[in-house]
């Protein structure tokens, strides 16, 4: 059975989707089948794969409100290694329209059951907030993966998180677990940086991974050419990184 991992954080601009989108690339070299379902109204994920979000016949909108089979909305990127189910922004109708909905919280959990035997992992890249698509991602998940950036109110998001986390374990989905917290656009010249990541060190210890993710203008490049990092500068140092957390993660499943 696979693993779904949502990749979420409500602060916007921590490396959410790059991360979803360039773990899912480096996860599929590791020759595990993965899937990575956009459920950002922005459609960012998408776009990063080289996805149209606009002319699909199906997105994760579809999944969610309309009962469309999981399987029908996936996009296979054959070049890439992995496969895609697309966000755009009809998802912001769900956001409302979920309010009123049947089994609302459970709505996805439900749609990834049907499909989860056929992947390894399985990313979610959910929006920048605690609505009814990041309830849904959780409820769905095995695990969180958190991504930080390493500045100042770094801190203060993540606790609120943190509580978010504990109350869903004690309500809807009990075997939820932190994946990891992800120290993002790390900069190791900068004091500021290296503050903050020794207090998440301080309070999170073994559950922030060891491996962390630079500042690469390679990585930022990337998104503009529809590709992961591994297919648009392998050597680069981003490549690298994921690469490297891909293995960290597929390392801790062992233990």
């Given at each position: 059975?696979?693993?779904?991992?949502?990749?979420t954080?409500?602060?916007?601009?921590?490396g959410?989707?790059?991360?979803?989108v360039?773990?899912?690339?480096?996860?599929?070299a590791?020759?595990?089948r993965?899937?990575?379902?956009?459920?950002?109204?922005?459609?960012n994920?998408?776009?990063?794969?080289?996805?149209?979000?606009?002319?699909v016949?199906y997105?994760?909108?579809d999944?969610l409100?309309?009962?469309v089979?999981?399987?029908?909305a996936?996009?296979?990127r054959?070049e890439?290694?992995?496969?895609?189910?697309p966000?755009?922004a009809?998802?912001?109708?769900?956001?409302?329209?979920?309010?009123n909905?049947?089994?609302?919280?459970?709505?996805?959990?439900d749609?990834?059951?049907?499909?989860?035997?056929?992947?390894?992992?399985?990313?979610?890249?959910?929006?920048p907030?605690?609505n009814?698509?990041?309830?849904n991602a959780m409820?769905?998940?095995?695990?969180l993966?958190?991504?930080?950036?390493?500045?100042?109110?770094a801190?203060?998001?993540l606790?609120a998180?943190?509580?978010?986390?504990k109350n869903?374990?004690?309500t809807v989905n009990?075997?939820?677990?932190l994946?990891?917290?992800?120290?993002?656009?790390?900069?190791d010249?900068?004091r500021?940086?290296?503050?903050?990541?020794?207090?998440?060190?301080?309070?999170?210890g073994?559950?922030?991974?060891?491996?962390?993710?630079?500042?690469?203008?390679?990585?930022?490049?990337?998104?503009?050419h529809g590709l992961?990092i591994?297919?648009?500068?392998k050597?680069?140092?981003?490549?690298?990184?994921?690469?490297?957390?891909a293995e960290?993660?597929?390392?801790?499943?062992?233990?």
């Open positions: 059975m696979g693993k779904i991992i949502a990749v954080n409500q602060k916007g601009g921590v959410k989707t790059t991360t979803s360039n773990l899912a690339a480096s996860l599929a590791a020759k595990r993965v899937l990575l379902m956009d459920l950002d109204p922005q459609g994920a998408a776009m990063g794969c080289g996805v149209d979000k606009d002319n016949a997105s994760s909108y999944v409100m309309d009962d089979p999981a399987s029908a996936v996009v296979v054959d890439l290694g992995f496969s895609v189910i966000g755009n009809d998802l912001t109708a769900a956001e409302v329209q979920l309010m909905a049947d089994r609302k919280e459970l709505r996805l959990r749609a990834l059951g049907q499909i989860t035997s056929q992947y390894d992992y399985i990313l979610i890249d959910c929006p907030s605690l009814m698509l990041t309830l409820v769905a998940a095995n695990s993966l958190i991504p930080v950036q390493c500045e100042y109110y801190l203060e998001g606790s998180l943190m509580t978010t986390l869903i374990q004690n009990p075997g939820l677990y994946e990891g917290i992800l120290r993002t656009m790390f900069d010249r900068n500021l940086t290296k503050d903050v990541s020794e207090q998440l060190l301080r309070y999170f073994d559950q922030v991974f060891r491996t962390y993710i630079p500042r690469n203008i390679r990585l930022a490049e990337a998104p503009s992961p591994l297919a648009y500068d050597s680069s140092r981003g490549a690298v990184a994921y690469n490297a957390l960290e993660m597929i390392n801790n499943e062992k233990k």
